[in-house]
């Protein structure tokens, strides 16, 4: 699994039997990596996939965005280094309110300090103590699909209470062509698709649901837009 590579042994590890566990050491490789995943796009091995990849997302949040809506409040979980944030900052156009949200504290710490214009705050959406205080129209996860596995019924839980009434919440994630971890609860793009139908049918619509399996990439390139209906 590419990801394993990527993210050497602080998110994902191996074990004897040659399965991969998740360890979620976040904050340990942002405080041991000046640039975790690559984030600024100067990896090799990344740099196409994330240009094609916040160019999708990109595309897709404008989409969204109603012109006739004074405002719009978008947080983004798992914002890392605050790249994907500062991107849609830059290039929406209107009133458009954005939030990061990270796991790690050194996280947004190094994304205040790279972008000051923007807010970040520290939270985990696995928690069930998780209180942002504020609801959003779009929730924006990116790149976090691995490591939030294991809670995803709390993680829906705490969106449904992020987003306002028939608010959005996008998946934009890359999914390698040999899938190491996490099959038995979602496999692959189609997998998620087919979690979101059978988990949370009337509660969510789907507005979009996109993968490039062209292979160009390091990872196929999957974007999902649900849209709250409950």
């Not at 798992?78 to 796991?103: F, P, Q």
């Not at 994304?111 to 998780?130: Q, T």
């Not at 942002?132 to 779009?138: A, E, F, R, S």
């Amino acid at each position: 699994m590419e990801e394993e590579r990527v993210s050497k042994d602080f998110v994902f590890k191996t074990g004897k039997d040659g399965r991969l566990s998740f360890v979620g050491d976040f904050e340990g490789f942002y405080r041991g990596d000046d640039d975790p995943w690559g984030q600024k796009g100067n990896d090799d091995r990344l740099r196409e996939y994330y240009a094609f990849s916040r160019y999708n997302i990109l595309n897709t949040i404008d989409s969204l965005i109603d012109s006739e809506v004074k405002s719009v409040d978008i947080l983004e979980v798992g914002c890392g280094l605050g790249y994907v944030s500062s991107k849609l900052h830059a290039e929406l156009s209107g009133n458009v309110n954005i939030t990061g949200m990270d796991i790690s504290p050194t996280a947004v710490e190094k994304a205040k300090s790279l972008f000051p214009a923007l807010e970040f705050i520290v939270g985990d959406i696995r928690s069930e103590y998780l209180n942002v205080g504020k609801k959003y129209d779009i929730v924006l996860m990116v790149e976090v699909l691995w490591y939030i596995l294991e809670k995803l019924p709390q993680v829906f839980a705490n969106i449904n209470s992020l987003l306002k009434s028939s608010g959005f919440l996008v998946f934009s994630n890359g999914f390698p062509r040999e899938q190491k971890y996490g099959r038995e609860i979602i496999d692959g793009f189609d997998g998620l698709v087919r979690y979101v139908c059978s988990k949370y049918f009337g509660k969510y619509r789907i507005i979009k649901a996109q993968v490039d399996y062209s292979g160009k990439f390091l990872f196929d390139d999957g974007i999902l837009v649900l849209q709250k209906s409950w």
